[in-house]
């Protein structure tokens, strides 16, 4: 009981020295975060600042992945908010931004009816070739999938999917480099094979752009018997 006590009064202490270093600061406004607010990243007041996707949006995603189930909270457009919070969570190593994200797309899901809970089995991120996820030191899907997956008993598994194919950057590529730069880019992972046959599962990923990414995994998945497949990412890109 002692040494609950002490290690209660130590985390305190660490963690009023951090806020004092590192003060949370919204990275919209550049104000600080006080305690009350839902999330260390983005002041409440300030989170409609985010462009939110819209059906057009949703159409285009769902043409793009040939899955009708297919949802993105947020619009990607270059240099605005969405860009930056989510180059913050990818380059910048505040990988918890993901799970905000996920929690803000669950609660959206929410309110248009949708339970994951209720279909749903386990939930699968885009993997990074290993040799990204060395330089980087984590996956930001799997924090998303943390959000959304929060308060379910949705399990992730990490590593069901399996980047083979060391792609390129694939921002400056065309539709159709895209297309080849991600073919025969995953493998299913042989532990799992013919252990979740018929099993529906969310696939998530941080933006969609040409859909490449994410139609050469659901190929994968759909090949290896999973059942039905709930597209979701962060954002959606815009042009």
């Known amino acids: 009981m002692r040494n609950s006590y002490f290690k209660i009064i130590a985390e305190s202490l660490i963690s009023g020295i951090s806020d004092f270093a590192y003060p949370r600061i919204c990275l919209i406004s550049g104000l600080k975060i006080p305690e009350s607010n839902s999330n260390p990243f983005i002041l409440d007041e300030y989170i409609d600042y985010l462009e939110r996707a819209n059906s057009d949006d949703l159409i285009s995603m769902r043409e793009k ?68 996820r060395r330089e980087r030191g984590y996956n930001q899907s799997e924090y998303i999938c943390k959000g959304i997956t929060k308060g379910t008993e949705i399990e992730i598994i990490k590593n069901l999917l399996i980047r083979v194919k060391k792609t390129k950057t694939q921002t400056k590529l065309s539709f159709e480099e895209r297309k080849s730069n991600m073919k025969n880019a995953f493998i299913f992972n042989p532990v799992f094979v013919n252990k979740l046959n018929g099993i529906n599962a969310i696939l998530v990923d941080d933006v969609i752009t040409s859909g490449s990414t994410l139609k050469e995994a659901i190929n994968v998945l ?14 959606v890109a815009r042009s």
């Open 65 to 132: 992945t040939g899955i009708k189930l297919s949802f993105s909270a947020f619009a990607f457009r270059s240099e605005g908010y969405v860009q930056e919070i989510i180059h913050e969570m990818k380059y910048k190593g505040l990988k918890n931004i993901g799970i905000f994200l996920g929690e803000f797309i669950n609660s959206e899901l929410r309110k248009l009816g949708i339970n994951l809970n209720d279909k749903f089995h386990i939930c699968v991120p885009i993997p990074l070739h290993e040799a990204k």
């Open 222 to 235: 759909k090949k290896s018997g999973i059942g039905e497949i709930f597209v979701i990412t962060a954002a």
